[in-house]
């Protein structure tokens, strides 16, 4: 069962630099959020109408927070062909962020050969297939800053002034070795200790250019939910954390941190290291079974630049 927390009115600010004309000027835009979809037949047809109402919007782009597929399906080069040719349809431009399921998960049954069956492997696939340039997907592209040739998943881009950005966090303790319950040890310390310093860099470097630009508010777009999430010893978080609490308080303005992984819609406030900034707000989007989206409105002449609204599809309702 998901919950589903109504707290619409949180608000945060905006900016994309885009191939679009006029990308840096006008008022208020729309951006779609969306994540953890889709996990069965039945939800590949909820989100094939989801992308259909999407296409009907005129939005700056639209944002997937990972997790393309469920983590006990198969990690076929199938799998990911066909979301790649999905969000290239879209009349939105899309950025996305990988999820654990795309490849920390497929380790799991049922990967029919060694090759699909080795996370890292799957890991080189995902970064070819759907970061090959500095384009966003989507029939409508704009223009994305990649971290570089080693993250190109870890992307930047601004619109109306305001700074948004990727950074490739994601759930299963964020790759970093984890003992299951049946004393089974997955993850690799030394991928987790490279991708977190490529993270923590990003991070500093986004906050940096949003200061250096005048940016009115940051949207940053993770997979894992570092909340819920941060049980394990040691933790694949708390570095992530404490650096994304003390650059919201040194920025002060609105930040707001959109995820998934939990499948619990719900809009909040959370302590993020150890304090609550207010000028800071978590957005988690919806994920099976429920497949809809969050629509972010972003004026920066409102104070808290960004508002929220779950925007449902009545005929993919779950009850």
């Known amino acids: 069962m998901v919950l589903i927390v109504v707290a619409v009115t ?3 600010s905006a900016a994309a630099g885009a191939k679009p004309s006029g990308a840096g000027k006008g008022g ?8 953890d979809i889709p996990y069965n037949a039945v939800q590949e047809e909820q989100t094939a109408r989801l992308f259909d109402e999407l296409d009907r919007e005129k939005l700056a782009f639209v944002a997937h927070d990972g997790d393309v597929k469920s983590g006990s399906s198969a990690c076929t080069d199938d799998v990911y062909q066909k979301e790649l040719r999905r969000f290239e349809a879209s009349k939105n431009p899309l950025v996305y962020t990988p999820g654990d399921n795309e490849w920390t998960d497929c380790h799991r049954p049922p990967n029919p050969t060694p090759e699909e069956a080795d996370p890292l492997g799957r890991l080189d696939y995902l970064r070819g297939v759907f970061f090959p340039d ?7 592209e704009i223009d994305l800053e990649r971290q570089n040739k080693d993250y190109p998943e870890n992307a930047r881009w601004q619109r109306g002034g305001v700074t948004f950005a990727t950074l490739h966090i994601v759930g299963s303790n964020n790759n970093r070795p984890t003992t299951l ?4 040890v997955v993850g690799n310390e030394e991928e987790y200790r490279a991708r977190n310093a490529a993270n923590l860099e990003w991070l500093a470097q ?8 005048g940016s009115p508010a940051v949207m940053l777009v993770i997979q894992a939910n570092p909340f819920e999430e941060d049980t394990a010893e040691p933790s694949g978080f708390s570095e992530f954390k404490k650096a994304l609490e003390e650059e919201v308080v040194a920025f002060g303005k609105p930040v707001v ?6 499948h619990t819609f719900r809009i909040d406030k959370p302590a993020i290291s150890g304090g609550r900034p207010l000028n800071f707000t978590r957005v988690e989007t919806f994920g099976s079974p ?3 989206w969050v629509r972010a409105t972003v004026d920066r002449r409102d104070e808290e630049v960004f508002s929220f609204e779950p925007e449902i599809i009545e005929e993919n309702f779950a009850p």
């Not at 208020?28 to 994540?35: K, Q, R, T, Y």
């Not at 319950?181 to 089974?184: E, I, K, M, N, R």
């Open 10 to 12: 949180a608000s945060v």
């Open 28 to 35: 208020p835009f729309d951006v779609a959020l969306i994540g």
């Open 134 to 140: 500095d384009d966003s997907l989507g029939r409508k």
């Open 181 to 184: 319950p049946d004393g089974t």
């Open 206 to 213: 986004t906050f940096d250019e949003a200061g250096k630009k």
């Open 257 to 262: 941190l959109v995820h998934g992984d939990s």
């Open 290 to 292: 429920d497949v809809h």
